[in-house]
């Protein structure tokens, strides 16, 4: 079956402009995750999707990085007035069930530049 | 503050001996380990997971010890093989919240 998607798979933007990155978890999977892993770093939690349930928002750096999961399936994170230190891979992942004995299932990443 | 901590940055290893890659962790809440693998430009994969009522879990050539009372598991190799070569994460889950948290990475090198 498919596993997760993403896409972009790079993305290259001038500082100050929005980006939108996209996830599709792999289907029937209740919970989605948002991580990004900056040069030499490890993954950073940034935001965590479980089914009609308010989204866990503690990773997210700044105001100016916001996620939505529409119809408990696709997500975006959308990153406001870019600056160069948002410059990493996101990755998106999904399981059967929040932090249930159900191991995440990463997608390939969205590669973000900031010039 | 790191809950999750490898502190070890790369490790090599000779094909055919063993890999043992080291996390320590801060908070005792924590009630399930994992470790994950990450090849360059793919997303990481899970391998081998632990709950914390466990001390051992084996899976083929992969084995995970945990040590609470030190807040230190470890992941064993053995043998090692060329294909071992990746990126290893810990993570680790709390038992009253959803969010995984991860390691910073340990980077293994299988030598032939």
């Known amino acids: 079956g498919a596993g997760v998607s993403q896409s972009p798979s790079n993305k290259v933007t001038e500082k100050g402009k929005d980006v939108e990155l996209r996830c599709d978890p792999i289907?029937?999977?209740?919970?989605l995750y948002w991580y990004r892993q900056s040069l030499g770093q490890g993954l950073e939690f940034l935001i965590y999707?479980?089914?009609?349930?308010?989204?866990?928002k503690s990773g997210l750096p700044s105001d100016r990085f916001s996620a939505e999961r529409t119809g408990g399936s696709v997500s975006t994170l959308t990153i406001q007035r870019t600056q160069q230190e948002d410059s990493a891979v996101y990755l998106c992942?999904?399981?059967?069930?929040?932090?249930?004995?159900?191991?995440?299932?990463f997608g390939p990443g969205t590669r973000l530049t900031v010039t | 503050d790191q809950q999750v901590k490898q502190n070890s940055p790369s490790l090599s290893v000779q094909e055919g001996r063993i890999s043992i890659l080291n996390c320590d962790y801060t908070?005792?809440?924590?009630?399930?380990f994992l470790w994950y693998k990450k090849y360059p430009a793919e997303g990481p994969t899970f391998l081998i997971s632990?709950?914390?009522?466990?001390d051992k879990n084996e899976d083929g050539r992969f084995t995970v010890f945990l040590n609470k009372s030190a807040k230190h598991l470890s992941l064993h190799i053995v043998p090692s093989q060329p294909g071992d070569s990746a990126v290893y994460f810990c993570?680790?889950?709390?038992?009253?919240?959803?969010?995984?948290?991860f390691g910073s990475g340990t980077r293994l090198s299988i030598r032939p």
């Open positions: 992942a999904s399981s059967l069930a929040p932090g249930g004995v159900y191991e995440q299932y």
């Open positions: 289907s029937g999977h209740t919970a």
């Open positions: 999707f479980q089914g009609n349930s308010a989204p866990d």
């Open positions: 908070n005792s809440m924590f009630d399930y």
């Open positions: 632990i709950s914390s009522i466990k």
């Open positions: 993570a680790a889950r709390y038992s009253s919240a959803s969010k995984i948290i």
